[in-house]
């Protein structure tokens, strides 16, 4: 096997070892695997994916060879990648294409490889892959049978896509899944988060006044498990409502200028672009900490900063220090890239089982529904998704009630009301 580029196969038995630990909090997919394994549902299914290449991934993709899929692998961002988990795949036969700090070419590059693996089916952490796919082979574009996408930002994408009549083969929102967005965007994003600036600065969180931007599911576990830490939490929004929603579980709400008066750490989740910008950075008190956990690295305005930096130099692994105007030192995180993956490991293998259970179940779907679909963006499909639920339960010992079929009745009726 050569069609490959990793940073070091020496590194191969380290990920091995810390892809059997995430596999130990996978049950669900482990379920998944064992099913797959005995009924092949995947066989000789040529699969590009295009995600972060992290231990979780790992398990996914090993549970899709299971499944009988011919299965090559590039990274979605380019700071998320582990080295020794990429290497590792590579020692277990699944080609990737991945390593961590690749610059922007070696990124596309990396992702034209996958597309020359020509594949059936597509998964996607924020639609690149499918983007150059449409923008570059557009005749291979016609050859996919389905694809899969595992983030907000990606389904937007997807969804302007398809609403401009660009997309040309069905592409299913794993992201809207109530089993994926409730719990990895929310549980996984908040702590992981929390973890990677954690791991950046060792900054203590307690008494320390945080600024999220976004409210979103993200947003909400952001700024839950700032608190939780003990911080001071402040909440910016644009969505009316969601501003509400913060307001009313407890946390300030101001516009974002206002709150670079006292904010230390600012932490960008939105999806949107330039959300802090040139007018925040010169408003921000001395020592400011940004990072970001939205899906690209354009929402923290970085060339406004390097245009207003007087000197910048690199003080810790992951930490730029930007001295501008009056001397005032701003402290960017893991280059506005997701913090989260770039400084830490990603959201815990426990809720990307829910994530990736999804994901190896709809590429599944695609694959027995093949040419029913049309050219669209689909939810998840319920049985899917509540599969899912019920599956995770049980890996918990977890056991509730169902309903008597006089309450099924009843909730399926409108005659009788009091
Ligand atoms: P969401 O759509 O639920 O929330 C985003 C929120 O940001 C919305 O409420 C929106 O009103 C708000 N917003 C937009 N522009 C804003 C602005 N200028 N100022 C303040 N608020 C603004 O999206 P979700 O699921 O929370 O995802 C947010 C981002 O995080 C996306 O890019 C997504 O792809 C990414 N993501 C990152 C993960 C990670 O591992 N770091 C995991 C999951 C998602």
């Avoid at 993709?61 to 080295?83: I, K, M, Y």
């Avoid at 008494?207 to 947003?219: A, D, H, L, S």
């Avoid at 829910?354 to 029913?372: T, Y």
């Avoid at 599969?387 to 005659?415: A, C, H, P, R």
Wanted: glycine content about 10%.
């Amino acid at each position: 096997m050569d069609n490959y580029d990793v940073r070091d196969l020496a590194l191969a038995e380290e990920g091995r070892l810390r892809i059997e630990w995430a596999g130990r909090e996978m049950p669900v997919n482990g379920l998944i695997k064992e099913r797959f394994a005995r009924e092949k549902p995947l066989e000789g299914v040529r699969i590009s994916a295009c995600l972060h290449i992290t231990t979780e991934t790992a398990n996914l993709a090993l549970t899709l060879r299971e499944g009988g899929a011919d299965v090559v692998l590039c990274a979605s961002n380019p700071l998320s990648t582990q080295d020794d988990v990429a290497a590792a795949l590579v020692e277990y036969g699944i080609p990737v294409n991945a390593i961590k700090g690749e610059d922007d070419g070696t990124y596309y590059r990396h992702i034209t490889t996958a597309i020359e693996h020509r594949p059936q089916i597509t998964m996607d952490d924020g639609a690149d892959l499918v983007s150059t796919i449409h923008k570059k082979y557009a005749d291979l574009s016609h050859e996919v049978v389905g694809g899969t996408e595992e983030t907000t930002t990606g389904v937007i994408r997807l969804r302007n896509m398809a609403g401009s009549g660009n997309l040309n083969y069905p592409v299913i929102a794993v992201n809207d899944a109530r089993t994926k967005h409730f719990f990895d965007n929310r549980y996984g994003t908040g702590q992981s988060t929390i973890d990677g600036v954690t791991r950046a600065t060792n900054i203590l969180w307690a008494g320390r006044t945080v600024v999220v931007c976004g409210y979103g599911f993200c947003g909400k576990g952001i700024a839950s498990r700032a608190q939780g830490m003990g911080a001071h939490v402040i909440v910016t929004e644009v969505d009316p409502i969601l501003a509400l929603e913060a307001v009313m579980d407890g946390y300030r709400v101001m516009p974002l200028l206002e709150a670079c008066d006292e904010g230390q750490v600012f932490i960008t989740v939105t999806g949107d672009k330039s959300v802090l910008d040139r007018a925040h950075f010169m408003r921000m008190r001395d020592g400011a900490i940004v990072a970001n956990s939205g899906h690209f690295n354009v929402e923290i305005n970085i060339p406004a900063l390097e245009d207003l930096a007087k000197s910048k130099r690199k003080v810790r692994p992951f930490v730029e220090e930007y001295t501008i105007a009056g001397g005032v030192h701003i402290y960017l995180l893991g280059e506005g890239r997701l913090i989260n993956l770039a400084a830490a490991e990603g959201h815990p293998a426990s809720v990307m089982d829910m994530s990736f259970a999804n994901q190896a179940l709809c590429v599944e779907r695609l694959v027995v529904a093949k040419g029913e679909m049309g050219r669209d963006v689909y939810p998840v499909p319920d049985d899917i998704d509540r599969e899912v639920g019920k599956l995770k339960l049980t890996s918990m010992n977890l056991v509730i009630d169902s309903l008597t079929e006089e309450q099924e009745e009843y909730l399926g009726s409108w005659e009788s009301g009091t």
